[in-house]
């Protein structure tokens, strides 16, 4: 077996002072490690998308947004001219900002009252989004099962907050109570 002769001379050094040193070398070069396709991409339209009264979980939305007024319970105006940046590089008004309530269904026909603060009030939007990545920063814990993902209160509880389901897409619909099934 070959050895390096710089190896080689460090290991007679080691035999003889009884130290050791690590040595780590930095490459600059990109090796390139193939492509994979992971499925297909589609164009989203408005043929089959969310109605308004919705709640999606989404994990590129930077804030919680919501189109729909009626789950506001605080609420001010915001400041003239404030926008959002959109998916399309699109800026969108911002008409208010404040609290949101739902009732979120979960497993054994229970159901979990969610308050959401400093939620943007954005009427253009196709849906409710609760952004993920906010979900997140706040400590709550984010696990999958086989058909979506459970909000819980950290990431050590099994106390399930939420649970975002995938229905017909690939769309994290959060799974909301109705005024029927309240009733």
Known sequence: MNKC???E???????????????????????NLGSREIGQLYM????GSPSDNEVLLDSGATSHMFCDRGYFTKYRQSAPGETISV??????????????????????NGYRTITLHNVLHVPVLAANLVSLGTIQQTGLGVRSYDQGLVITENTDSKEELFRASF???TLYHIDTLTHQDSA
């Open 5 to 7: 002769p710089k190896r």
């Open 9 to 31: 001379a460090d290991e007679k050094g080691k035999e003889k002072s009884g130290s050791s040193a690590n040595l780590a070398t930095s490459s600059n070069t990109l090796r």
């Open 44 to 47: 989203v339209s408005n043929k």
């Open 87 to 108: 998916g399309d590089a699109h800026h969108v008004p911002v008409v208010g900002r404040g609290s949101v309530v739902f009732h979120s269904k979960l497993p054994q």
């Open 167 to 169: 229905r017909d897409s």
